[in-house]
């Protein structure tokens, strides 16, 4: 065997080991990096066995003027520098004919912060009072430009809190999602988010049943003067609804003309009303 390894003219294929570099000022790698490729070589059975266990090998050095022009690197282009590399043993050939490589140009973009209010920010029955306000209401992220557009020109803060009752303000962190932190730098590390709340209180009323534009020979069917309204009012208005003169009305031109029925509804249209419902909430007409 050892007279074997003595001789020259072997062929064989190893894993050459490589390092892409770039200007890490200006470009940064979204995705790992090739460090190794196959070649084929030819030489002496140490040289050989040396390099195809891997003792000391010194990577090649790979360098990309502008890594975000093209993602891939054609291994021929690299075959006289490959060659130079390994003078120890002559180069076949690289029997990988491409490299791929995702490298992004590193830019800045202002994006808006945004207050990720889910389903149960507030409380049941709670209400923004204000619009919300942010200081300060964009941050520029610094990155690679493909992963700042999977922030779609937004970055979500959790409030930290749900079920909120109260006038509301604080100053949180800005962070980023787990998968974007090895890339992108933000300028601001933190928000003062502010609101204002309102309640809104359950209210139930009798009201009486008025009817509009119903001909002489059209009626509603049972004999029904009036129908229980349930409501939120806004706690800050409910001295108002008196002066309101809330009435539930039947108006003969909104009636379904499909099944013969008409729909009950308020005389009234109000921001400080909600979740309007009555009970019964419709009658079928009978024509005589």
């Known amino acids: 065997m050892l007279n074997a390894l003595n001789k020259d003219n072997y062929t064989t294929i190893v894993n050459q080991p490589v390092s892409i570099q770039f200007d890490e000022e200006e470009y940064m790698a979204v995705e790992g990096l090739p460090n190794e490729v196959k070649i084929e070589i030819n030489g002496n059975g140490w040289d050989l066995l040396k390099k195809y266990l891997g003792v000391s090998q010194d990577p090649l050095e790979i360098n990309l003027d502008d890594p975000s022009h093209q993602p ?40 808006q912060i945004i ?49 909120i009752k109260n006038h509301y303000s604080k100053l949180l962190p800005l962070e980023l999602d787990k998968t974007k932190r090895d890339f992108l730098t933000l300028d601001e590390e933190t928000v003062q988010i502010s609101f204002q709340v309102v309640a809104f209180i359950e209210k139930t009323l009798k009201l009486e049943v008025k009817k509009l534009y119903f001909p002489a020979n059209v009626n509603i069917e049972g004999d029904v003067n009036s129908v229980t309204l349930q409501f939120l009012v806004d706690e800050r208005k409910q001295n108002d609804l008196e002066d309101l003169n809330l009435s539930a009305i039947l108006n003969y031109n909104n009636r379904n003309r499909e099944d013969s029925s008409i729909a009950v509804s308020l005389n009234v249209n109000r921001s400080f009303l909600r979740d309007i419902t009555f009970s019964p909430d419709s009658f079928d007409l009978i024509y005589e």
């Open 115 to 163: 207050p990720d209010t889910l389903a149960n920010t507030l409380a049941e029955n709670y209400d923004f009072a204000s619009p919300i306000t942010m200081d300060p209401e964009f941050v520029t992220v610094k990155g690679p430009i493909s992963v700042i557009e999977q922030l779609e020109g937004k970055l979500l803060v959790q409030l930290g809190e749900n079920n």
């Open 72 to 111: 891939y690197l054609i291994t021929a282009e690299i075959a006289q520098q490959m060659s130079e590399h390994i003078s120890s043993t002559n180069l076949v050939r690289i029997v990988q004919d491409t490299l791929f490589f995702s490298i992004d140009k590193i830019v800045s973009k202002k994006i």
